[in-house]
């Protein structure tokens, strides 16, 4: 198992105590794109908080208490962490969400607990020394294998799902929704169709996402770069259309994160 950590989505890595992002292989790729294990260990009376621009998609997350079925966000959120933890979450394909919930746009902003006592079971008692990467290596293969024997395969739309997000994540110049119809070969009303029920976001609202990600990551790595050079790179019309982006989803300003 091969453990990295890629930095998108986590807007202060520096405050993260420890996080590691696991790729996956087939065929569990069609179902999830990677693992996720943040454990902490803080002294008492601390506390670190956790900010990050969510990937446009959910998570099926596993911890000390239970089992959740995380939604799709708006905007950015949060965490506060103390004492001590850990867990062990599924970023989730489009194909693989159709199959744990009817319609994702009841679980947007929230997560729902989901009855999973074998899963749950199985990875804590994997997880007993969270600090160990053979606890996490056991951790994931019990959630793969889950996965694999709970999930059924992805039939065509689920398919044409999971390639609508890998075209709008892969191709800057994906932009439009036209565009992501015209790709893909169907109508505007049928990529709209698309999104809400296998992502439970608007296409637009994805594309967005993905580009805000990709600025952040980018303003924050390569302080080379001009907010004015990352802007027209992600396709935002100019520097004062990202700066407003980031206003309103972040709740600051593409300088101002540069220098924190």
């Known amino acids: 198992m091969t453990e990295h950590f890629d930095g ?6 520096a405050r993260l ?23 902490w260990r ?10 990050v621009l969510p990937f446009p998609a959910s998570n099926l997350v596993i911890e000390p208490d239970g089992v959740s079925l995380a939604g799709p966000t708006t905007g ?15 970023l989730l394909r489009p194909a693989a969400l159709a199959t744990l919930v009817a319609d994702p746009r009841e679980i947007r ?39 694999l024997t709970h ?10 799902a999971n390639r609508m997000e890998t075209l709008i994540a892969s191709d800057r110049s994906v932009v439009r929704l036209s565009q992501v119809a015209e790709r893909l070969g169907v109508s505007i009303r049928a990529a709209q169709r698309l999104a809400e029920r296998y992502v439970g976001l608007p296409p637009l609202a994805i594309i967005r996402r ?3 990600q990709e600025a952040a990551e980018r303003v924050r790595a390569d302080p080379g770069l001009s907010i004015a050079q990352i802007a027209a790179e992600l396709g935002y019309a100019d520097h004062a259309h990202l700066t407003a982006d980031f206003r309103h989803v972040l709740g ?3 300088t101002s994160y540069r220098r924190t």
């Open 8 to 13: 998108r989505g986590v807007l202060f890595p």
């Open 42 to 51: 803080l002294a008492p009376g601390t506390s670190s908080r956790q900010e």
């Open 252 to 254: 600051f300003t593409p």
């Open 109 to 147: 902003n929230t997560a729902r607990p989901c009855a999973e006592p074998d899963l749950h079971r199985a990875v804590t008692a994997a997880m007993h020394d969270a600090n160990e990467p053979r606890a996490r290596e056991e951790a994931v293969r019990l959630f793969t294998e889950w996965v």
């Open 210 to 212: 993905y580009r805000l």
């Open 151 to 160: 999930l059924p395969a992805p039939d065509d739309r689920g398919l044409l």
């Open 76 to 90: 950015a959120s949060h965490r506060v962490l103390t004492g001590e933890g850990w867990a062990v979450g599924a």
């Open 17 to 39: 105590p420890s996080f590691h992002r696991v790729p996956v292989s087939d065929p569990v790729s069609a179902l999830v794109h990677w693992f996720w294990i943040p454990r």
